[in-house]
């Protein structure tokens, strides 16, 4: 009476090979994208004033002002020079008077940022050359080279010491 319904069995489908295309698809992904990658300027920041700092007196013979004007015009102490130039000149500076040296970097609003970031690259270069020479000198081996402390000494060496004033508006045009 009752009749006894076949049930077929129902195809399952292979899925064991989705977990491996899945992952090459990612590795494929990951390797053909590019990420981008923020540059930045390697800086340390000075620490937090506490009660006992006193504030460093520094003279005016001592500060090397370099200014970029709203036409990307580099001038160090009223002279005009290339980034190269002013390179060269820093690291004359630097090395006649190290310990109380202040590099001041004034900049106007319309300056563009591939001027400024020359005049930090141009400052850069001439404290990684003199660090890099003194090295030499000391340790017998490039700056790169030395240890945290021969580094340490190095730079207490040769201290950065820049000052960035606020970027100021045209000329004329009053801040």
């Not at 992952?23 to 800086?43: A, E, H, N, P, W």
């Not at 130039?85 to 690291?91: C, G, I, N, P, V």
Request: hydrophobic share 30%.
């Amino acid at each position: 009476m009752f009749r006894r319904r076949h049930s077929e069995p129902v195809q399952e489908l292979n899925t064991s090979s989705t977990a491996d295309i899945s992952f090459m698809l990612l590795i494929f992904f990951l390797v053909t994208s590019s990420m981008d990658t923020d540059k930045g300027i390697m800086r340390q920041l000075p620490p937090l004033p506490d009660d006992k700092q006193q504030p460093m007196d520094v003279k005016q013979d001592h500060v090397m002002i370099i200014r970029l004007d709203a036409k990307d015009n580099l001038s160090l102490d009223g002279t005009l020079l290339s980034d190269i130039q002013l390179t060269e000149e820093l690291k004359h500076r630097i090395e006649a008077d190290r310990l109380e040296h202040v590099i001041s970097i004034e900049t106007c609003r319309e300056t563009s940022y591939e001027a400024y970031f020359h005049v930090q690259n141009a400052v850069v270069r001439a404290y990684g050359s003199l660090r890099d020479a003194r090295a030499r000198q000391l340790c017998g081996k490039p700056y790169s080279r030395c240890s945290a402390d021969e580094r340490e000494d190095v730079d207490h060496y040769y201290p950065q010491r820049i000052s960035e004033a606020p970027p100021k508006q045209k000329e004329g045009g009053g801040q």
